[in-house]
């Protein structure tokens, strides 16, 4: 995607006009349905056009999709304001997570899955420049995850308090974090191609049910490593 500058107002309400497109051809046929072509047509300019504002078509369908994220994003402070502490707080942010892409799976997947080309990092940023309503007004320690797109870069950020709060440590973190993003990826991989039959909510409760026994283990696993290392 280009760069833009803020005073740019021509540029943005462009980029804007076939973010808009695509969001209605998903809103009305479905993400797999969204086309160059038809966003154009809609648009109201050329094929060729799209392409000085976006690298290809997946990038301008990640930025569609984006919008759809508007409910996850809002639901998200109250969700984990339920958690006692981080550990909790660190739990409930991924059922939320997770509840809401499998609703919606095909547009979690066109953000957090699939190939939109170079710099994937900054181009959820970019679109909360450009619709900032969307973010709404998150606390303010919930923004750098929520405006992250790579899952390995959410969950070291999210898992921030955790370490700091002494649940466990940096090294078990780190192997938990990669278990966690197989067990989410997997489940919504089965969802899109309809490998398995159940309701977004039996999805949730199936994923975090293996969540809370990967960190129930990586507590248990750091009080062992602890008591190890403690004299005798």
């Excluded at 939109?116 to 619709?131: A, E, S, V």
């Amino acid at each position: 995607m280009i760069e833009f500058d803020q005073k740019d107002i021509k540029k943005i309400r462009t980029i804007k006009v076939f973010i808009d497109a695509a969001s209605q051809i998903i809103e009305e046929e479905g993400i797999e349905n969204v086309t160059i072509r038809k966003v154009a047509k809609i648009a109201g300019y050329n094929s060729a056009t799209i392409y000085n504002y976006f690298d290809n078509c997946n990038q301008l369908i990640f930025f569609a999709a984006t919008k759809f994220l508007k409910d996850y994003v809002q639901a998200m402070p109250d969700y984990i304001d339920q958690g006692d502490n981080e550990l909790e707080q660190l739990i409930l942010m991924w059922e939320c997570f997770c509840l809401h892409s499998f609703r919606k799976p095909k547009i979690y997947y066109a953000i957090f899955a699939d190939d939109i080309g170079g710099r994937p990092g900054t181009l959820i940023k970019n679109y909360y420049q450009l619709f900032p309503e969307d973010l709404g007004s998150p606390p303010e320690e919930l923004i750098p995850m929520l405006v992250e797109t790579r899952l390995s870069r959410r969950t070291s950020i999210s898992m921030k308090p955790v370490l700091e709060a002494g649940f466990f440590s940096k090294e078990i973190a780190s192997e938990i974090d990669e278990e966690i993003r197989l067990v989410y990826h997997g489940m919504l991989s089965l969802i899109i191609n309809k490998r398995i039959d159940c309701e977004p909510e039996e999805a949730t409760a199936k994923v975090m049910n293996h969540i809370r026994r990967i960190f129930a283990y990586a507590v248990e696993q750091d009080n062992k490593d602890n008591l190890e290392k403690t004299p005798v």
